[in-house]
């Protein structure tokens, strides 16, 4: 149950990372418009770096779940299964404990630009605690991800989603 909550969860981070895509595409040809035409449109190069960012954010729940986040295997390659395995939990206790520090910074990162009504030096004076919100969103799930890859490892259960889509186990 708690695992298909997560996977939701994930995905739907997933969606919202497309969606910032989308975005930042539309905020890139709005601005090149904008040139050509001769308009001032304040915040542009703003709001398409805010969008990729949250894309890339966003996203990061789904790439480790699908195993797609760059591994330097070089070493890896060349151990005895048995010291690979060690290797391999090493890494997600790492992981984990950086995930979980990467989603307490975001998260406070947010709050104190909310207290402190911290404001993008553009001309539109974009509030930073919103375009934050999608980093501390995706540093959340990516934290949670990390947990439930640990957990899955040790209990057995399935985690990394293989390329033709089903969940495999955790090696």
């Known amino acids: 149950m708690l695992d298909r909550v997560a996977f939701g969860f994930y995905k739907l981070l997933l969606v919202l990372a497309g969606i910032a895509l989308i975005g930042a595409f539309v905020s890139i040809m709005l601005n090149i418009s904008a040139r050509i035409f001769g308009w001032n449109i304040p915040g542009l ?36 299964p048995g010291t690979r395995g060690r290797m ?46 999608s980093m501390a969103l995706g540093c959340i799930g990516f934290a949670m991800a990390f947990v439930q890859a640990l957990w ?9 989603v293989e390329p033709g889509g089903e969940a495999s186990h955790a090696d």
Do not use: C
């Open 45 to 80: 190069d703003g709001y398409a770096g805010y969008t990729i960012a949250a894309a890339l954010f966003l996203a990061l729940p789904s790439t480790l779940q699908h195993n797609e986040h760059i591994r330097a295997t070089l070493l890896l390659d060349h151990v005895s």
């Open 152 to 160: 899955s490892h040790f209990t057995g259960k399935k985690f990394f």
């Open 88 to 133: 391999e939990v090493a890494a997600l206790v790492l992981g984990t404990g950086i995930a979980l520090f990467l989603a307490w910074f975001s998260v406070r990162l947010v709050w104190v630009s909310y207290t402190l009504h911290d404001v993008a030096p553009t001309g539109d004076a974009t509030p930073m605690w919103i375009p934050q919100l």
